[in-house]
């Protein structure tokens, strides 16, 4: 059983892995033959050994992009939730404000970035958690308030029948039906916060990834811009993996959302 | 079978085209051609280091009057900006020639661009705090205990840093915050005090501020500020154009100096936004930086001021290794003219 379920994550991860040594070879092999200067495009070996030499650097501003990622999804989920909620609860309040939230998600984020910041101050946490929460509250709260309908007729018609309340079907029907829908949108917004924390930082900080990134473009150092870039890639695939892990243990072992998007 | 030839063929199609993108990249790389053929005006790409404004005005002077056509040069003048950095777009041979920081130009040779000064506008440093008249604050032995805003990872902040080290001040006595290019946090009060350049005093007054000027220069930094440059391949391969360009850069820079109250009406054609009046303070400010040494043509560079900005990166921790002096800049093609 234990080399069976092995055997299954090899060949998950298999095809993944080799294609990134492709190109990594294919980009190594390309960039040396054309001779295409550093600081345009780096090799992928100077961008390793630029990552070796700087790694405790890299590892205390990827701890700060985490908490700020961190920070901002869990603002988003709890407030996307409760807007899912609360639209699912009163049709008068999801007309009211569901239009507000759409017009709030098209704001550009690079123009709420130094407002922030502002409001906030350019050290805290609280600036560029907000930034991060921003940019990835509205998957959660689509995608809930479609779980949150979701739900078959005729379970309604026998909930109704044993004359349960609102609150009854919302926690005993509404709220199991959405959580298959809610784990894809925690996966989109997993990523997205890493992002919302990126931009808050370019705006304004002095610590992080992406300060790291503005300091590596101010100096002209390339391969630090792209070392910056490989950890800040490696930290939202981080991310996206805890929140498939959560969504496996939670559909496998409690079979919640089974028949729901994304449910084995 | 089938499946797996077409997934071949359409992984060599993506390595064929990866191939393509970057080799397009590399060849735009090669220096442009040189001399002017026939009368025909040489095209040439200059690239800002931030907007237009009156700290940058040479250009645009050498643009609207005619200076760059009396050499027989088109000059496209070009913005630059976080999104177009100068200096590796001139080290890409994206453009020809450039504008930015003489400590930017050192790093960015330190990290492996080719790239040289061939003339410098500000012979010393435009950095400094401007403090709110009302905080007190008139030079760095006030600094303690007062709020400072910070740009961060900037020139201003290694001089800053620099200069509280060699004048013996603890900066940790200093509540220090990151700030970017938004004075709000000033106006409305949260900060007494912020890191800039000379010429943002004039911004600072139209939002209502009283401001006091503590100028680094006056506390021991010497440092040059923007400089013109190229990559090294441009200038080898066109060094006449390079030497009428700068004649027409530099009388762009004597035209402003001979007309200051006009540069405002200059900067409206390529910026409508801007503000003749808040110009005209600016390029006031900023005037002063240009001035050489008697007998020097504008622009001209010394081997001493360059060792001295140098230093200064040394002494910030941001240059590990320091770099030939002579290599950093030429004078050769500054004509005074």
């Not at chain 1, 390793?48 to 901002?72: H, P, Q, Y």
């Not at chain 2, 100068?86 to 960015?108: H, N, R």
Request: proline share 4%; charged share 20%; aromatic share 8%.
């Amino acid at each position: 059983m234990a080399s069976a379920r092995g055997k299954e994550q090899i060949r998950t991860w298999l095809p993944a892995l080799g294609l990134l040594v492709l190109f990594v070879i294919v980009a190594e092999c390309l960039l040396a033959l054309l001779r295409v200067p550093p600081y345009v495009l780096p090799k992928p070996s100077s961008v390793a050994r630029e990552i070796v030499r700087s790694v405790s650097g890299l590892l205390k501003d990827a701890w700060i992009t985490s908490l700020e990622a961190v920070a901002g999804f869990a603002l988003a989920a709890f407030a996307g939730m409760c807007l899912a909620v609360g639209f699912c609860l009163s049709k008068f309040v999801e007309r009211a404000a569901y239009p507000l939230v759409i017009g709030a998600k098209c704001m550009p984020l690079v123009a709420l970035a130094p407002i922030l910041a502002i409001w906030f101050g350019g050290s805290s946490l609280a600036g560029k958690a907000m930034m991060a929460g921003f940019i990835c509250f509205f998957p959660v709260v689509v995608n809930m308030r479609t779980g949150l309908d979701a739900i078959e007729p005729e379970a309604l018609d026998l909930f109704r029948s044993l004359s349960a309340s609102r609150l009854t079907v919302l926690w005993k029907l509404r709220l199991p039906s959405s959580v298959g829908y809610l784990l894809s949108a925690l996966k989109t917004s997993s990523t997205l916060a890493v992002v919302g924390a990126v931009v808050g930082e370019f705006a304004i900080s002095d610590r992080g990834l992406g300060y790291r990134i503005v300091q590596a473009s101010y100096t002209g150092n390339t391969v630090a811009m792209f070392a910056s870039v490989v950890c800040l890639g490696v930290l939202g695939v981080a991310f996206f993996g805890v929140i498939s892990l959560v969504e496996l243990v939670l559909l496998r072992k409690f079979r919640l959302g089974v028949g729901m998007p994304n449910s084995q | 079978m089938s499946v797996k030839r077409s997934v071949l063929a359409v992984f060599a199609i993506l390595v064929i085209a990866v191939a393509l993108v970057v080799a397009i990249l590399v060849n735009r790389g090669e220096p442009t051609s040189s001399g002017e053929e026939g009368g025909i005006a040489v095209p040439v790409s200059f690239r800002l280091k931030w907007s237009f404004g009156a700290t940058s005005c040479a250009a645009l002077v050498a643009k609207s009057q005619g200076f760059f056509e009396d050499q027989g040069l088109d000059v496209a003048v070009r913005q630059g900006g976080f999104e177009y950095d100068s200096k590796k777009l001139v080290a890409s041979g994206a453009d020809d020639i450039g504008l930015t920081g003489a400590d930017e130009l050192i790093l960015a040779r330190s990290n492996g661009m080719p790239l040289v000064a061939v003339g410098a506008d500000f012979q010393n440093t435009p950095c400094c705090i401007l403090a709110r008249t009302d905080s007190g604050v008139t030079s760095p032995e006030d600094f303690a205990g007062e709020r400072l805003g910070v740009r961060k990872e900037t020139n201003v902040e290694y001089q800053y840093d620099v200069m509280m080290k060699r004048l013996g001040l603890n900066r940790e006595a200093v509540k220090e915050e990151p700030i970017k290019f938004d004075l709000t946090r000033v106006v409305d009060g949260h900060l007494d005090m912020w890191t800039t350049y000379v010429s943002e005093k004039p911004l600072g007054e139209a939002r209502g501020l009283e401001l006091n000027t503590i100028w680094f220069a006056d506390h021991g930094i010497s440092s040059y500020g923007n400089v013109v440059f190229t990559s090294e391949g441009y200038l080898s391969q066109n060094p006449d154009i390079v030497k009428r360009f700068l004649a027409a850069y530099y009388r762009g820079w004597q035209w402003a100096i001979d007309n200051p109250e006009r540069i405002g009406e200059v900067i409206r054609q390529f910026s409508p936004q801007a503000s003749p009046e808040v110009e005209t303070a600016v390029l006031e400010l900023t005037l002063p930086l240009l001035k050489t040494e008697e007998g020097k043509p504008l622009g001209y560079m010394t081997a001493k001021r360059w060792q001295e900005t140098q230093q200064i990166l040394v002494e910030s921790g941001q240059l590990e290794t320091e770099l030939d002096v002579p290599e950093l800049f030429t004078n050769e093609h500054l004509t005074g003219d």
